[in-house]
T-cell receptor, first 113, second 113 residues
Framework: EPEVTQTPSHQVTQMGQEVILRCVPISNHLYFYWYRQILGQKVEFLVSFYNNEISEKSEIFDDQFSVERPDGSNFTLKIRSTKLEDSAMYFC???????????FGEGSRLTVL | KNQVEQSPQSLIILEGKNCTLQ??????????LRWYKQDTGRGPVSLTI?????NTKSNGRYTATLDADTKQSSLHITASQLSDSASYICVVTRTGGGNKLTFGTGTQLKVEL
């Protein structure tokens, strides 16, 4: 069964360092998303991406964040200068069309020290 | 304000027992409501989707109900198993597509022997 895959599963970094989280969405999906979940809190929307551009972003998604789809399969989230409060589980998700089911990856746990 | 509230926040039941989780929402205009199961440290997995015209939908031992008039949904789990221990998240989508998903905070269910 097709699935969304994410790497790394866990990354530990020092505050101020750049981090890139990678995602491979399901191959025939067109809409891509990043969410984050701080430990013990609910899932929060970061950004949606369609047709090679950001379609919507939340207040959390400030200038430190960027997304990219460098080729036909990968979808990346970059945090330029990590802060302690960026520590969270980051989920990539994709869906085939606007009304379709949203499939989540297993998440990348980011720990900022 | 578009919100999704879930109750109880956490629940402990014995294996084999039934339980019902509640979701109240103020999201408007309503498109659909999904229940997700999220195992610890994993990505959410969709259990059911309810559209405006649907009142009840089952998926194995999971039965979801929706009352679009009162903006309430429930997830009933029958004959619980240890593997049902997880967080159950109610997610409501507004019409208009894109990202317009609102996540609940989840109900943490623990099934014990």
């Amino acid at each position: 069964e097709p699935e969304v895959t994410q790497t790394p599963s866990h990354q530990v970094t020092q505050m101020g360092q750049e981090v890139i989280l990678r995602c491979v969405p399901i191959s025939n999906h067109l809409y891509f998303y990043w969410y984050r979940q701080i430990l013990g809190q609910k899932v929060e929307f970061l950004v949606s991406f369609y047709n090679n551009e950001i379609s919507e972003k939340s207040e959390i998604f400030d200038d430190q964040f960027s997304v990219e789809r460098p080729d036909g399969s990968n979808f990346t989230l970059k945090i330029r200068s990590t802060k302690l409060e960026d520590s969270a589980m980051y989920f990539c998700a994709s869906k085939r069309d606007l009304t379709g089911e949203l499939f989540f990856g297993e998440g990348s746990r980011l720990t900022v020290l | 304000k578009n919100q999704v509230e879930q109750s109880p926040q956490s629940l402990i039941i014995l294996e084999g027992k039934n339980c019902t989780l509640q979701c109240n929402y103020t999201v408007s205009p309503f498109s659909n409501l999904r229940w997700y199961k999220q195992d610890t440290g994993r990505g959410p997995v969709s259990l059911t989707i309810m559209t405006f015209s649907e009142n009840t939908k089952s998926n194995g031992r999971y039965t979801a109900t929706l009352d679009a008039d009162t903006k309430q949904s429930s997830l009933h789990i029958t004959a619980s198993q240890l593997s049902d221990s997880a967080s159950y998240i109610c997610v409501v989508t507004r019409t208009g597509g894109g990202n317009k998903l609102t996540f609940g905070t989840g109900t943490q269910l623990k099934v014990e022997l």
